[in-house]
């Protein structure tokens, strides 16, 4: 059967954002896919032993998933700790537990004394036991964070405590145990660290480094010193746990059929990868930067610098972004996205499928991906808005319905006919939503109707005159008679609304 005539995923899919080990608790990342969602995406649009790419794979949670469904996962990210994530977490398909466990005592037996004795010494005695400790380069931070240097993200008793450990660890024999215990020391740093807020109301470990929560290095008012021996044991054993997962799905998968699941990683920016794996890739599911928010290489710098693989000022130039140290611009982004998935495009075999998912309110970021695709022949078949789990109204508390949370999947498959719209016509945009509207449940969410407007705009060869603020949207929405309940998130049509704003029941529930 041709793969074009694949009938595309329609509905949203629940997303299920801890529910595995090899992805939740082993190492933050920004962003991170759920993964049940990636997984139905790649069984529906591709065969086992099928190479599955994502180009800007993150912490790999694509190419991870695609290597378990014994498909060649295909990981690539211009940000050396992404891939360093990525390649740790397959990593630990190898190798015993009992070694993990071993590797595991063998530094509580080297370390956890030491540990211990810096917690609540002076001056002098940081000094005693930091003798012959190596150090991390004291690099210069990115000019938005609150100190200048590198060291200064840290506490002196956090520092040498991490020190400490990466010596130990440096010391264990070679293998998959090491590469583990290497992967659990550098989600530990992500917690010794002054960028650390506890989560109010929760025991003191839980909480996050502002790098993941406001996108810049900013120093706690209140920085706490988590115990060092503990925090590490804590992600080490996550490790072991994300291992224990991983075999038994492999060993799973030996008794079903068998397993051929294989892994490979590259650290290019997508264009330049493009020339290497043209005509190459059966599926490509993937998640682009969405403009400004993230500068992904500066906020990465905490484990770079440590891990000893920082950045090429080649790579920092391409990576896609607005703004960052280099000041990207955002017309840059806005055609480097666009050249981005036209080499996406180009990297798949005719006939295959390519999922990118992506949120803004910027309608010219969608007007790139939607017209490059199509200049390369592939075309839309399916926009699905995925929304209404607990991180997408974590988002909407904050902001309601001035905020895009959740993320559209667009799907489209390559034809192999370059299509040139004209996108000449005026979009009516308060028809166009009124159209919608008309055409909707009794309730739905802003993110929905958004996306449904771009594309909608998109398939009229308008999307060129949709210029529409938040305001605009919402008022527009108003303006039909939707109101929105502040509580649900979600547009629900006046008239069926009671007299205290809840949802009237259908004629047939009553
Ligand atoms: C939204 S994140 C992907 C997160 C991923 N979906 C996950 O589940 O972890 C986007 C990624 O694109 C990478 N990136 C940015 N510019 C790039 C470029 N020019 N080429 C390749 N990767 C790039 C960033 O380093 C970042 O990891």
Known sequence: MSREVIEPLKEPIAADRQGA???????????????????????????EKDRVLDPFGGSGVTAIEAFLENRTGVQNDINPLANFIAKGVVGLASGNRSEYKAAMNELKERCEKRLAALQGADEKGLAKLGLGVKLPENIKLPSNADV???????????????????????????????AGMLLAWSATLAKLNRTFLSAEGRA????????????????????????????????????????????????????????????????????????????????IFTDPPYGGHISYLDLSTLWNVWLGHSPSMKARERELIVGGELDHTEALYTTRLGDSVHACVNMLKKGRWLSIVFQHWNIRYFKAILTRAAEAGAELRAAISQVG????????????QSVLAGEL??????????????????????????????????????????????????????????????????????????????????WVRNRDRDHHGNLTPMLWEA
């Open 204 to 283: 003191e470990s839980r909480g996050g480094s502002s790098i993941f929560s406001i996108y810049r290095y900013k120093i706690a008012k209140k920085p706490i010193e988590l115990p060092p021996w503990e925090t590490f044991e804590e992600r080490a054993m996550n490790i072991v746990d994300a291992k224990t997962e991983l075999d038994k799905t492999i060993q799973h998968k030996k008794m079903t059929g068998g397993w051929h699941g294989e892994f490979e990683v590259h650290a290019k920016d997508v264009g330049e990868l493009e020339k290497e794996l043209r005509g190459k890739i059966d599926y």
């Open 389 to 400: 789990d607990p991180i997408w109204s974590m988002h909407k508390k904050k902001g309601n």
């Open 409 to 490: 999947i667009l799907t489209f498959v390559r034809t192999g006919k370059p299509q040139y719209l004209q996108d000449s016509r005026e979009l009516d945009v308060v028809n166009t939503v009124g159209e919608i509207l008309e055409a909707a449940p009794r309730v739905v969410y802003g993110e929905q109707l958004f996306n449904q407007l771009v594309i909608e705009a998109w398939r009229k060869s308008a999307i060129g005159s949709l210029d529409i603020s938040k305001d605009d949207f919402t008022n527009v929405i108003k303006h039909h008679g939707w109101h929105y309940d502040e509580d649900r998130h979600y």
């Open 148 to 178: 200048e240097f590198y060291h200064d993200l840290f506490s002196k008793q956090q520092l040498l405590s991490l020190a400490i450990l990466r010596d130990g660890i440096d010391d264990l024999k070679g293998g998959p145990a090491k």
């Open 21 to 47: 080990k090899r992805h939740y608790g082993v190492h933050p990342y920004f962003t991170r896919r759920p993964y049940n969602v990636v997984r139905e995406y790649i069984l529906h649009y591709s065969r």
